[in-house]
C-alpha cells in the first residue's frame, strides 16, 4: 500500500525534475545564445570601426607633405619641420577625435619607433623622436609588407584601452616611408556595441521566444505520442483479454464434453460393447480432429487468434477453413489485423450457428498480389437484406438479437474504420444464406 501511494509522489517529483532540467537548458541555450550574438556584435562593431580608421589614416597620409617628413626622418630633431607635420597630425587628430595620430618608423619586425605625434609646442605633454611604440609585432610584420593593419583592442595601464590602426607613407615615388598611425578609445567600440544590442533586443526577445516555443512543441509531442501509445496498448491488450476469455470458455466447454466423452466410453467398455465403443471413439476423433494452422499462417498474431477461434468454431460444431498466402501480412499493424479478423469471425460464428450443423461453415481467405492484401470472410448464415445490408456498417446497427449488456452494432463499424485509415476498401455481399466480407488493403513500398 505504501508503495501505490509513493507512485504519485515519484511521479510528480519526476515531472518537477523534467521541467527544472528543460527550464535550466532553456536559459543555458538564451545565454550562449546571448554571449554569441554580444561578442559577434563586439566583433562586428570593431572590424567596422578598424576598417573606417584604416580610410582615414590612407586620407591623412596620402595629404601628407612627404618632401618636409623626408627631412623630418633624414634630420631627426625637433625643429621646423618637425613641428610643421606636427601641427597637420593634431589638426587630423582633432577632425577625427582619435586620441593619438602619429607616423611610424617600421625597419624592425619586432619594435616600430614613433617619429612624429600630433600634438602642439604648448602641450604640456611632449614624446621623443624614434620613441618605441606597443604596436604588437603581429601588425608590425603585416607594416613590413606594405600593408594596413588593425589591432585587437589593447590594454594599456597609462593609456587605457585603444584600437590601432595603420596606413603606408608612401613619397611621389611610391616607396614606404613610413606609416600614419591612429589610436581609437576602445569606449568607441564597447559604446557603438551597447547600442546595437540595445536595438538587437527585439531580436534577443524573439529568440528566447522561439527557444522557449520549441520546448514546449517538443513536450507537447511527446505527450502526444505517449497518450497515443498508451491509447494503442490499451487497444491492443484489451481484444487479446476478449480472445483469451473467448479461448478459455471453449477450453471449459471442451472439458466439459470431454468429461461426458469419457463417462460414455467408459459404460461402453464396462458392459463390453467393444465395438460400439470404437465406433463412438471414431466418430469422436472426427469431430476433435485439430488442423496445424501452425503450416498455414505465418503471422504470430493471426496464428494465435485463429487457434483461438478455431477452438471456439469446433466447440460450436462450425468447419473453419483456411485458404492463406505464405506471407506474414506486414505491411498492415498486427494490431489492426487483430481488431478486423476478432470482429469479422464474431460475426460469422454468431450467424453460422443459426443453421444446421451440417451447414455451417466459415471460410478465411488471405492473398498478396505485391500492391494490396486482399482478405475475405465467408460463411454460411441467413442472408441479409439489402436495406439492413446498407446499414450493416453504420454505429449501433445490428441485425442480432439484444443479448444482455452486451453492446452491440460496433464490430463492422470498427473494421469500417480501420481500413479507413489504412486507405483500404471493404465490400460486403450475402446470397443464398452465403455472407461474404471482402478486403482490400494497398501496400505501401519504400522508394
Given at each position: ?69 623626408k627631412r623630418v626622418l633624414t634630420g631627426k630633431k625637433v625643429n ?55 604596436l604588437p609585432e603581429d601588425q608590425i610584420k603585416l607594416a613590413l ?10 590594454h594599456d595601464p597609462e593609456m587605457g584601452d585603444y584600437l590601432s ?283
Open positions: 500500500m505504501k508503495n501505490l501511494l509513493t507512485l504519485p509522489y515519484l511521479k510528480n517529483k519526476k515531472v518537477k525534475t523534467i521541467i527544472l532540467v528543460a527550464t535550466l537548458i532553456l536559459l543555458l541555450l538564451t545565454s550562449m545564445n546571448l554571449l554569441v550574438t554580444y561578442n559577434s556584435t563586439i566583433n562586428s562593431v570593431k572590424v567596422a570601426i578598424a576598417n573606417q580608421g584604416i580610410e582615414m589614416a590612407k586620407s591623412i597620409a596620402e595629404d601628407l607633405d612627404t618632401e618636409t617628413y621646423e619641420d618637425y613641428w610643421k607635420i606636427s601641427s597637420y597630425l593634431y589638426e587630423a587628430k582633432k577632425k577625427t577625435s582619435a586620441m593619438y595620430v602619429y607616423t611610424l618608423l617600421v625597419d624592425n619586425p619586432q619594435v616600430s619607433k614613433v617619429m612624429v605625434y600630433g600634438t602642439t609646442p604648448n602641450s604640456p605633454i611632449q614624446f621623443p623622436i624614434e620613441g618605441f611604440c606597443t609588407q606594405g600593408g594596413t593593419y588593425y589591432t585587437d583592442i589593447l590602426v595603420g596606413a603606408p607613407i608612401k613619397d611621389h615615388n611610391g616607396q614606404i616611408m613610413g606609416y600614419l598611425g591612429i589610436d581609437m578609445s576602445a569606449e568607441l567600440v564597447k559604446q557603438i556595441s551597447r547600442e546595437v544590442v540595445t536595438n538587437s533586443y527585439s531580436t534577443f526577445l524573439f529568440n528566447v521566444i522561439f527557444t522557449f516555443i520549441l520546448l514546449v512543441t517538443f513536450f507537447i509531442i511527446q505527450k502526444w505520442y505517449q497518450l497515443e501509445m498508451k491509447k494503442a496498448i490499451g487497444d491492443t491488450e484489451q481484444t487479446y483479454q476478449e480472445e483469451f476469455l473467448s479461448f478459455l470458455t471453449s477450453v471449459k466447454s471442451l472439458r466439459h464434453d470431454f468429461v461426458n466423452h469419457i463417462q460414455v466410453l467408459y459404460g461402453l467398455i464396462e458392459f463390453r460393447y467393444y465395438d460400439k465403443a470404437l465406433e463412438y471413439m471414431k466418430s469422436l476423433f472426427t469431430e476433435v480432429k485439430l488442423v496445424d494452422l501452425s503450416l498455414k499462417v505465418n503471422n504470430p498474431a493471426l496464428l494465435v487468434l485463429f487457434q483461438s477461434k478455431f477452438v471456439v468454431a469446433q466447440n460450436k460444431q462450425i468447419e473453419m477453413q483456411f485458404e492463406l498466402a505464405q506471407d506474414l501480412f506486414d505491411q498492415v499493424k498486427s494490431t489492426d489485423l487483430i481488431k478486423i479478423f476478432s470482429n469479422l469471425l464474431d460475426n460469422a460464428i454468431e450467424a453460422t450457428i443459426q443453421l444446421p450443423v451440417e451447414e455451417r461453415y466459415i471460410k478465411i481467405t488471405g492473398k498478396n498480389f505485391r500492391t494490396s492484401y486482399y482478405f475475405e470472410v465467408e460463411n454460411s448464415g441467413p442472408t441479409i437484406s439489402e436495406t439492413a445490408r446498407s446499414l450493416l456498417f453504420n454505429q449501433g446497427y445490428t441485425t442480432k438479437q439484444p443479448s444482455g449488456d452486451k453492446t452491440r452494432g460496433l464490430g463492422l463499424y470498427i473494421v469500417k474504420g480501420i481500413i479507413k485509415q489504412v486507405h483500404g476498401e471493404i465490400s460486403f455481399t450475402s446470397q443464398n444464406q452465403i455472407n461474404k466480407i471482402s478486403i482490400i488493403i494497398p501496400i505501401i513500398t519504400g522508394g
